[in-house]
């Protein structure tokens, strides 16, 4: 185990050109896997055909195997020390290899986690890649043990649900491959043999076929012109692998005359589950969503070995690669070593990390923490382009949740006005990456209404400019301020935990006179109350859906819905807490978020840095095309987001499970397995949570007192939000009623928060992002005018 096995095909003094079976190989399927021996092979037994394709894909809904990981329980073991190094290496010194099984042996006999320490840090000095002990740990030593167990579970598993019993079954059989001299230069393993159908079978829980294993399935072809082959998957076939399949069936038919049928594939979905029992003090936790984990230092606001919450979420964002080289250094890596197909779908990159959003809640109670899962898309070409930067993601949306929790909602508010330029946004919020997030979202969305008004562009943006109030010929600017603010949102609250299953954003517009003008700019101050209406209604037909799709599409906004849905979750916790205490009580209201900094890159941000860019692209000008009217040309310039109200839309149990099919195991899965299918969607769940009871792990660090916070100035801005604050949701005493509009109603779902008194899901992100006034003024400018055409 200290390095992985060996690829595949060790080839010699040429390619192979025949291949014939290994005297002697394989075992029966149901001795190898546990089962009695059956006196003869079942009528059904076997994989299912499609009659209108190659490959069959069964609709049933994921199944869970297992497989046992014992060493992930030592995840949290840090790079050994000088004494430990030495301490490591004393059984046998100078012999590494016998070092290792004379720790294996003493740590076989003793069960103490400190000897299997020992036989793991042995290891690691065995090895002679010089990588440092993390990579090692997580790239050698626990995908040594997944490649090992991983592929025999996903084949027990097969055994068993397709009655691969009896004596046609064998299992591990072994082709032997030839050169044109006669030399045997390799061998092909495959994972089960139908005797009487003569069927080569490969299983892969991933579902991704290798090009060398392709390459000796052509020749095996040619040399057993008899056999057949079939390619089982746990996992959705992508197209490059249904490709691959239909390929080599076109080049087998060719080889044989026409007949079809040589080849074929059976998807069928299957959750990979790894029994792993974790070890106070050996195994690591996050400090991600652990309420108990959260006070204290700055700097304690990381990771911590023996506090916090565990689980494949955890693990695959620690795992990523940090930058886009590191992520393709690591997808290179994995697919060299991953000679069983058990890496998870799209390997290490498969990922895609910036669309990763807190989509589950559950678990709370005093003493209980909190579980949650994480969507995420999945990346679809992760060889080339693989996913990265999933800690600092589950970072984000973390801090944003406890920011969300430790703030009064009068905080929640940004602001670019030019009227006012000392009121940008609260103090306090401003130093947290969820301030950060909704400030530079706001200027973010003023450069991208300013490319949706070029007419040159959009034909949207030319129906306002032709239909425009004008004044002296010249069509008169849209003097409109815009927030984000949600659409209905879907939820559904049932056990004790709320999936949120959609939460998208609108962008509204309303007109705003300021006093600010910009230099040099010809304004149309004579509207009167009726132009001003046409214009705002012209703008929010013809230009804010274009920009309304961005906000709920655009990469550039990815940070701003992850922000949002942890705001969702922030308010749940919130309504919770108030029917009974959580483990979230003493960091609710506690205006305390010292915990949850600006984080690197971004930790020397500040909202005056985005206030000079919003000024400067006012007075430069971010988009500038010519506008045609009246014999002249004119060259144009162009130069946040409110949460007060939440409409929600209720979803009923029968429409949550017709609608949602599954979602609720897949949520549950999502905690064991790092790579719980949702039905067969190119979307994966990862979740994660604090420890079950009984099994001798660490569940958390016990809270330190919060200190009572001094009131800061917030520096709201005059002008009032474009819709009523809501009162925040406060936590109770255990008993205590339920503030009105927050009752759950009987078929589990939130209560409404459109109504005229919004209180409940998102309350008090009402100043939110322009919560004032002008927060988010749009401008257009004249540069100059142009003489007549």
Same mark, same amino acid.
């Given at each position: 185990?200290?390095?992985?096995?060996?690829?595949?095909?060790?080839?010699?003094?040429?390619?192979?050109?025949?291949?014939?079976?290994?005297?002697?190989?394989?075992?029966?399927?149901?001795?190898?896997?546990?089962?009695?021996?059956?006196?003869?092979?079942?009528?059904?037994?076997?994989?299912?055909?499609?009659?209108?394709?190659?490959?069959?894909?069964?609709?049933?809904?994921?199944?869970?195997?297992?497989?046992?990981?014992?060493?992930?329980?030592?995840?949290?073991?840090?790079?050994?020390?000088?004494?430990?190094?030495?301490?490591?290496?004393?059984?046998?010194?100078?012999?590494?290899?016998?070092?290792?099984?004379?720790?294996?042996?003493?740590?076989?006999?003793?069960?103490?986690?400190?000897?299997?320490?020992?036989?793991?840090?042995?290891?690691?000095?065995?090895?002679?890649?010089?990588?440092?002990?993390?990579?090692?740990?997580?790239?050698?030593?626990?995908?040594?043990?997944?490649?090992?167990?991983?592929?025999?579970?996903?084949?027990?598993?097969?055994?068993?649900?397709?009655?691969?019993?009896?004596?046609?079954?064998?299992?591990?059989?072994?082709?032997?491959?030839?050169?044109?001299?006669?030399?045997?230069?390799?061998?092909?393993?495959?994972?089960?043999?139908?005797?009487?159908?003569?069927?080569?079978?490969?299983?892969?829980?991933?579902?991704?076929?290798?090009?060398?294993?392709?390459?000796?399935?052509?020749?095996?072809?040619?040399?057993?012109?008899?056999?057949?082959?079939?390619?089982?998957?746990?996992?959705?076939?992508?197209?490059?692998?249904?490709?691959?399949?239909?390929?080599?069936?076109?080049?087998?038919?060719?080889?044989?005359?026409?007949?079809?049928?040589?080849?074929?594939?059976?998807?069928?979905?299957?959750?990979?589950?790894?029994?792993?029992?974790?070890?106070?003090?050996?195994?690591?936790?996050?400090?991600?969503?652990?309420?108990?984990?959260?006070?204290?230092?700055?700097?304690?606001?990381?990771?911590?070995?023996?506090?916090?919450?565990?689980?494949?979420?955890?693990?695959?964002?620690?795992?990523?690669?940090?930058?886009?080289?590191?992520?393709?250094?690591?997808?290179?890596?994995?697919?060299?070593?991953?000679?069983?197909?058990?890496?998870?779908?799209?390997?290490?990159?498969?990922?895609?990390?910036?669309?990763?959003?807190?989509?589950?809640?559950?678990?709370?109670?005093?003493?209980?923490?909190?579980?949650?899962?994480?969507?995420?898309?999945?990346?679809?070409?992760?060889?080339?382009?693989?996913?990265?930067?999933?800690?600092?993601?589950?970072?984000?949306?973390?801090?944003?949740?406890?920011?969300?929790?430790?703030?009064?909602?009068?905080?929640?508010?940004?602001?670019?006005?030019?009227?006012?330029?000392?009121?940008?946004?609260?103090?306090?919020?401003?130093?947290?990456?969820?301030?950060?997030?909704?400030?530079?979202?706001?200027?973010?969305?003023?450069?991208?209404?300013?490319?949706?008004?070029?007419?040159?562009?959009?034909?949207?943006?030319?129906?306002?400019?032709?239909?425009?109030?004008?004044?002296?010929?010249?069509?008169?600017?849209?003097?409109?301020?815009?927030?984000?603010?949600?659409?209905?949102?879907?939820?559904?609250?049932?056990?004790?935990?709320?999936?949120?299953?959609?939460?998208?954003?609108?962008?509204?517009?309303?007109?705003?006179?300021?006093?600010?003008?910009?230099?040099?700019?010809?304004?149309?101050?004579?509207?009167?109350?009726?132009?001003?209406?046409?214009?705002?209604?012209?703008?929010?037909?013809?230009?804010?859906?274009?920009?309304?799709?961005?906000?709920?599409?655009?990469?550039?906004?990815?940070?701003?819905?992850?922000?949002?849905?942890?705001?969702?979750?922030?308010?749940?916790?919130?309504?919770?807490?108030?029917?009974?205490?959580?483990?979230?009580?003493?960091?609710?209201?506690?205006?305390?978020?010292?915990?949850?900094?600006?984080?690197?890159?971004?930790?020397?941000?500040?909202?005056?840095?985005?206030?000079?860019?919003?000024?400067?692209?006012?007075?430069?000008?971010?988009?500038?095309?010519?506008?045609?009217?009246?014999?002249?040309?004119?060259?144009?310039?162009?130069?946040?987001?409110?949460?007060?109200?939440?409409?929600?839309?209720?979803?009923?149990?029968?429409?949550?499970?017709?609608?949602?099919?599954?979602?609720?195991?897949?949520?549950?899965?999502?905690?064991?397995?790092?790579?719980?299918?949702?039905?067969?969607?190119?979307?994966?769940?990862?979740?994660?949570? /604090?420890?079950?009871? @009984? =099994?001798?792990? %660490? +569940?958390? #660090? !016990?809270?330190?007192? $919060?200190?009572?916070? *001094? &009131?800061?100035?917030?520096?709201?801005?005059?002008?009032?939000?474009?819709?009523?604050?809501?009162?925040?949701?406060?936590?109770?005493?255990?008993?205590? /009623?339920?503030?009105? @509009? =927050?009752?759950? %109603? +009987?078929? #589990? !779902?939130?209560?409404? $928060?459109?109504?005229? *008194? &919004?209180?409940?899901?998102?309350?008090?992100?009402?100043?939110?992002?322009?919560?004032?006034?002008?927060?988010?003024?749009?401008?257009?400018?004249?540069?100059?005018?142009?003489?007549?055409?």
């Amino acid at each position: 185990m200290t390095g992985l096995p060996a690829i595949e095909t060790a080839q010699a003094a040429g390619p192979p050109v025949t291949a014939k079976m290994k005297p002697g190989s394989g075992k029966r399927c149901d001795v190898r896997n546990g089962l009695q021996p059956a006196a003869k092979t079942p009528a059904d037994s076997g994989f299912p055909n499609d009659l209108t394709g190659p490959i069959y894909k069964d609709r049933a809904l994921p199944k869970n195997f297992e497989f046992d990981l014992p060493g992930q329980a030592y995840d949290g073991l840090t790079a050994p020390t000088t004494a430990e190094k030495k301490k490591a290496l004393s059984q046998v010194p100078g012999d590494p290899d016998k070092n290792v099984a004379a720790w294996k042996k003493i740590a076989d006999k003793s069960k103490d986690p400190a000897d299997r320490a020992m036989e793991i840090y042995a290891r690691y000095f065995a090895n002679k890649e010089g990588l440092g002990f993390k990579h090692w740990f997580d790239k050698r030593y626990i995908r040594n043990q997944v490649n090992n167990h991983k592929g025999s579970g996903f084949e027990r598993q097969l055994v068993r649900d397709y009655k691969l019993i009896g004596p046609d079954w064998l299992c591990e059989v072994t082709v032997e491959l030839f050169d044109q001299n006669g030399e045997k230069v390799g061998e092909r393993r495959y994972d089960a043999y139908n005797k009487a159908k003569k069927e080569f079978n490969e299983f892969k829980s991933n579902s991704k076929l290798t090009t060398k294993q392709l390459a000796n399935d052509r020749v095996v072809a040619r040399s057993m012109p008899d056999h057949t082959f079939r390619y089982s998957g746990a996992k959705k076939f992508t197209k490059g692998q249904a490709k691959h399949i239909a390929d080599l069936e076109r080049d087998v038919r060719n080889m044989r005359g026409g007949k079809t049928g040589q080849v074929r594939g059976n998807q069928r979905m299957y959750n990979p589950v790894p029994k792993t029992t974790p070890i106070r003090g050996y195994s690591d936790h996050q400090r991600w969503f652990a309420p108990a984990c959260q006070t204290g230092p700055r700097l304690m606001a990381a990771g911590a070995n023996t506090c916090g919450t565990r689980g494949p979420a955890n693990e695959r964002a620690l795992s990523s690669g940090k930058t886009l080289e590191e992520a393709k250094r690591f997808q290179r890596d994995a697919n060299r070593l991953d000679t069983r197909g058990t890496l998870p779908r799209g390997g290490p990159g498969g990922v895609d990390f910036t669309t990763l959003e807190l989509r589950y809640v559950g678990g709370l109670g005093k003493g209980k923490g909190m579980s949650y899962s994480m969507k995420s898309d999945q990346m679809p070409d992760p060889d080339n382009n693989p996913g990265f930067g999933g800690e600092v993601r589950m970072q984000l949306s973390s801090d944003a949740l406890f920011t969300w929790l430790a703030l009064t909602p009068d905080k929640f508010w940004v602001n670019l006005n030019p009227d006012q330029p000392n009121k940008v946004m609260d103090t306090k919020f401003g130093k947290t990456d969820a301030g950060r997030v909704l400030l530079e979202a706001d200027l973010e969305m003023k450069h991208d209404f300013s490319e949706a008004v070029n007419p040159d562009k959009h034909p949207g943006a030319k129906r306002y400019w032709d239909t425009a109030p004008r004044r002296n010929g010249m069509p008169c600017f849209p003097g409109v301020r815009m927030w984000i603010e949600p659409k209905p949102a879907q939820v559904r609250e049932e056990d004790g935990g709320i999936h949120i299953l959609d939460a998208p954003l609108k962008v509204s517009t309303q007109w705003l006179d300021v006093d600010y003008t910009v230099p040099g700019s010809t304004e149309c101050k004579d509207l009167s109350d009726a132009e001003k209406k046409a214009i705002e209604r012209s703008i929010a037909t013809n230009v804010m859906p274009l920009v309304e799709e961005r906000v709920n599409t655009d990469p550039d906004y990815a940070d701003l819905r992850a922000v949002y849905t942890a705001r969702v979750a922030a308010e749940y916790i919130r309504q919770q807490d108030a029917k009974k205490a959580t483990d979230f009580r003493k960091i609710i209201n506690s205006d305390d978020v010292t915990a949850w900094p600006l984080r690197d890159p971004h930790q020397d941000w500040n909202r005056e840095q985005v206030w000079n860019r919003y000024m400067d692209s006012i007075k430069k000008g971010i988009e500038w095309f010519e506008l045609k009217y009246g014999g002249k040309v004119y060259n144009q310039g162009v130069g946040g987001v409110d949460f007060s109200r939440q409409p929600k839309r209720n979803i009923p149990k029968a429409q949550f499970t017709a609608e949602n099919r599954d979602l609720d195991n897949t949520v549950v899965n999502s905690r064991k397995s790092d790579d719980a299918s949702y039905r067969d969607l190119d979307t994966v769940y990862l979740g994660a949570g /604090p420890a079950d009871d @009984g =099994n001798g792990e %660490d +569940p958390g #660090g !016990d809270p330190k007192p $919060t200190p009572t916070p *001094t &009131p800061s100035e917030t520096g709201k801005p005059t002008d009032p939000p474009s819709s009523p604050a809501p009162d925040p949701t406060t936590p109770g005493d255990d008993g205590t /009623p339920t503030p009105p @509009g =927050n009752k759950p %109603d +009987p078929d #589990g !779902d939130l209560a409404d $928060t459109g109504s005229s *008194t &919004p209180v409940g899901l998102f309350v008090g992100i009402a100043a939110a992002l322009a919560a004032a006034g002008g927060a988010l003024m749009w401008w257009m400018r004249r540069r100059r005018t142009t003489v007549q055409e």
